[in-house]
């Protein structure tokens, strides 16, 4: 990473995963786990994860060090050339300090449900990283209850 300018990156979604992250940004460093306070986390109606602009709540999430390349790949990620995604920097909470930070806010935030094992990835990760348990709960909340479909005994059919 030496050869390029290093930036300071806030994933909140899928990229809190490090296995992940590593297949598509090979070389970006993991800081630690960050905050991005007076934001509430959300899941659009495309089915991904986004952050909106909410007072008194926090998104947690992990800090990352990426080159110049990786954030052209992170935008091609996260579809920015098509209007899915918008690069900003925002102020994150990290230890005792508060750098500006690269993240990605969606431009449809119209409420939604995640598409299949999206949100599953995301919890696992947060975990695994140490997120707090309580927000790792409310990650846990925009799960749909499961429902199970059993057949009637009555119409079971004897062989």
């Not at 800081?31 to 306070?37: F, K």
């Not at 954030?71 to 579809?79: A, I």
């Not at 690269?102 to 094992?117: C, E, F, K, N, Q």
């Not at 995301?122 to 799960?143: N, T």
Request: hydrophobic share 35%.
């Amino acid at each position: 990473m030496r050869d390029s300018m290093c930036h300071l990156y806030f994933a909140y979604g899928l990229n809190l995963d490090r296995v992940e992250m590593g297949h598509r940004c090979p070389g970006a460093e993991y800081v630690g786990r960050a905050r991005l306070a007076h934001h509430a986390f959300r899941i659009n109606r495309r089915g991904v994860a986004t952050v909106l602009g909410s007072r008194g709540t926090e998104v947690h999430g992990a800090l990352w060090l990426v080159a110049d390349g990786h954030l052209r790949l992170l935008d091609q990620f996260e579809g920015v050339d098509f209007g899915l995604y918008v690069r900003q920097r925002r102020e994150i909470h990290f230890e005792t300090s508060t750098p500006q930070a690269h993240i990605y806010v969606a431009t449809d935030m119209r409420g939604g449900s995640p598409r299949s094992d999206y949100l599953e990835t995301i919890i696992a990760a947060a975990e695994e990283l140490g997120l707090p348990s309580v927000y790792i709960d409310e990650l846990r909340k925009w799960l749909a209850p499961t429902r199970s479909v059993s057949v009637p005994t009555s119409r079971r059919r004897e062989p």
